[in-house]
């Protein structure tokens, strides 16, 4: 991968990864809690195409709630988000991003203590290759209310579902032995 931001002259980012691009209301700053309504857009034009800020969200385009995830990551300079996509009248949205199964659950990880971009990433990587469940990963730039945040590492909510951890629902006496642990 190689990795390219561009500040224009416009005030357009410039980017060969996928850009993630959030506007809050007033360009508020983002609480820890609880999530806030904002506008996100998902820009991927694929590989050797460039990404721009201004271009329509073409991955993604809609509403979100988002807050600051996290205890001691949050209180870095580059912060965690957690967020979840949502219709026009709030209610959860499920669709895929950048590859990764339908959800509306999702996190943008901050790289502040990983300067290789790689540890969680790669780590999901070697996981799932040995037929295990990890969250999947996609690498973007992050750009919030015109800021330049960063390289995130955008990843999948860990949590039972059909696409993620495709477990069974417990019935209230699945409370011990083999009924519990399987």
Known sequence: LAWIIVA?????????????????????????????????KIIDHGPGNLNRSGDTGNIYDG????????KYSASLPQKPFGFEK?????????????????EN?????????D???????????????MGHYAPRTAHVEVI???SYE?????????????????????NPDENSGDDLTG
């Open 8 to 40: 224009e002259g416009s005030g357009q980012f410039s980017s060969d990864i996928p850009l993630v691009v959030i506007e809050t209301p007033g360009r508020i700053a983002i609480p820890d809690e609880p999530k806030i309504r904002a506008h996100m």
């Open 63 to 70: 509403v979100v709630g988002i807050e600051i995830r996290g």
């Open 86 to 102: 949502r219709d026009s009248e709030g209610e959860n949205l499920n669709v895929s991003l950048l590859g990764m199964p339908e």
């Open 105 to 113: 659950d999702w996190i943008l990880l901050a790289n502040y203590n």
């Open 115 to 129: 300067k290789s971009f790689l540890r969680n990433s790669l780590a999901g990587y070697i996981f799932r290759e």
């Open 144 to 146: 919030l209310n015109g």
């Open 150 to 170: 960063g390289i995130y590492v955008l990843t999948e909510r860990i949590k039972r579902d059909k696409g993620r951890v495709d477990i069974a629902t417990l």
